[in-house]
C-alpha cells in the first residue's frame, strides 16, 4: 500500500466551482499534513498546512481525520489559477521532517 | 524573498558520466535536502543534510550519490555514474529548523537527462 495516495484526475471544473480533493495515509505514526501545489514542471510549493482541527485561508479550506487517515483539500470558487498538481505531504513521526509525497491532483479550471 | 538557486537548470550528461548538481541554500537556513521526480511520478526524498553531515538517506540514494558542503554557501548532489533512470527532475530545498512547522523551501530545479 502507497504512504500517501491521491486520485490523480484529471478534474475539470468550470472557473467558480467548488472542488475537493481527498488523500489517505497509511502510517498512522504520520504527524504533520500538508497540501502542496505544483505548477508544470516548476517546484512544489506549500499551499497550506493541515490542522487537527481544520483550518481556512480565504478559498482553501484544509480537513485532518486522524481516525479515518485521510486529508481533504476543498477550493471554493475556483480561478483558471488554481489550475496545477495539488500534492498531499506527510510527515512521518521519526523521520527527521522528511516529506513524503503523494503522485498529486491534477486540476484544470476552464471557463 | 530570499530563494534557493540551482544550477544548472538543465543537464544533459552521457550515461556512465559524472554529475554534480549545484544549490545555493537560503542563508541562514541550517538543513538541506535533495528530492528528485521522475517525469509523471511523484515527488521522492533523495537525502538530508544537517550540521556538514548526512541526516537521513533514502534507498534511492546509493553509493552512486553523495552530497557535500563545500563551503559555506553551497550545497552539491554528485552522480557518480549516472544510469538511464536518474534522469529526473532534482530540487534542493532548505528550512532554518528542523521542525515540522518550519516551511521547506524549493529552489526551481535541475532537469538531468542521461542518454
Redesign the interface.
Same mark, same amino acid.
Given at each position: 500500500r502507497k504512504e500517501v495516495e491521491q486520485d490523480p484526475g484529471p478534474f475539470n471544473v468550470p472557473e467558480g466551482a467548488t472542488v475537493a480533493f481527498n488523500c489517505t495515509y497509511s502510517n498512522s505514526a504520520s =504527524? $504533520?499534513f500538508f497540501w502542496y501545489r =505544483?505548477d508544470c514542471?516548476?517546484?512544489?510549493?506549500?499551499l497550506m498546512?493541515v490542522y487537527s482541527s481544520g483550518n481556512e485561508d480565504g478559498r482553501f479550506t484544509a480537513q485532518l481525520n486522524r481516525a479515518s487517515q485521510y486529508i481533504s483539500l476543498l477550493i471554493r470558487d475556483s480561478k483558471l489559477s488554481d489550475s496545477a498538481t495539488y500534492?498531499c505531504v506527510v510527515?512521518i513521526t521519526g !523521520?527527521? $521532517?522528511?516529506? !513524503?509525497?503523494? !503522485?498529486?491532483t491534477r486540476l484544470q479550471v476552464t471557463l | 524573498e530570499p530563494e534557493v538557486t540551482q544550477t544548472p537548470s538543465h543537464q544533459v550528461t552521457q550515461m556512465g558520466q559524472e554529475v554534480i548538481l549545484r544549490c545555493v541554500p537560503i542563508s541562514n537556513h541550517l538543513y538541506f535536502y535533495w528530492y528528485r521526480q521522475i517525469l509523471g511520478q511523484k515527488v521522492e526524498f533523495l537525502v538530508s543534510f544537517y550540521n556538514n553531515e548526512i541526516s537521513e538517506k533514502s534507498e534511492i540514494f546509493d553509493d552512486q550519490f553523495s552530497v557535500e558542503r563545500p563551503d559555506g554557501s553551497n550545497f552539491t548532489l554528485k552522480i557518480r555514474s549516472t544510469k538511464l533512470e536518474d534522469s529526473a527532475m532534482y530540487f534542493c530545498a532548505s528550512r532554518s529548523q528542523g521542525l515540522d512547522n518550519s516551511p521547506l523551501h524549493f529552489g526551481n530545479g535541475t532537469r538531468l537527462t542521461v542518454t
Open positions: =504527524q $504533520s =505544483q514542471r516548476k517546484e512544489p510549493k506549500l498546512s500534492l510527515i !523521520t527527521a $521532517s522528511k516529506l !513524503t509525497f503523494g !503522485t498529486g | -
